[in-house]
């Protein structure tokens, strides 16, 4: 059982920047990605970004393309999600979560493991 931390959520200034962190326990054996999602109040959780070894990173929403980055670091056992230019909508339970998996998918019920989520809360 992979284990998943993030961390790295706070309260930010409308155009400010935050860095998440995504730790995770073990690095698997085969291929796998690390895809982010987010949960405002209210809402649904829905997907935000990924990151594969083939593809690179991937921003699935359009609000976010140009703002947010994603890296991942193997060995290190670490993915970043670097957000800029936060706005209050970004305002959200930011999770990320693992994939066994080659390419990047944007449906949660195929990631196997998650983490347990970090407050962003974009204010004035």
């Known amino acids: 059982q992979v284990q998943l931390v993030e961390s790295g959520g706070g309260l930010v200034q409308p155009g400010g920047s935050l860095k998440l962190s995504c730790t995770f326990s073990?690095?698997?054996?085969?291929?796998?990605?690390i895809g982010w999602f987010r949960q405002a109040p209210g809402k649904e959780r829905e997907v935000v970004s990924c990151?594969?070894?083939?593809?690179?990173?991937?921003n699935y929403l359009d609000s976010v393309k140009g703002r947010f980055f994603l890296t991942r670091y193997s060995a290190q056992r670490i993915a970043l999600l670097q957000m800029k230019f936060l706005t209050p909508e970004d305002t959200a339970v930011y999770y990320c979560?693992?994939?066994?998996?080659?390419?990047?998918?944007?449906?949660?019920?195929?990631?196997?493991?998650w983490g347990q989520g970090t407050q962003v809360t974009v204010s004035s």
């Open positions: 073990e690095l698997p054996r085969d291929d796998y990605i």
């Open positions: 990151v594969s070894y083939s593809e690179g990173g991937l």
């Open positions: 979560a693992m994939a066994r998996r080659t390419s990047c998918t944007p449906h949660l019920a195929n990631y196997n493991y």
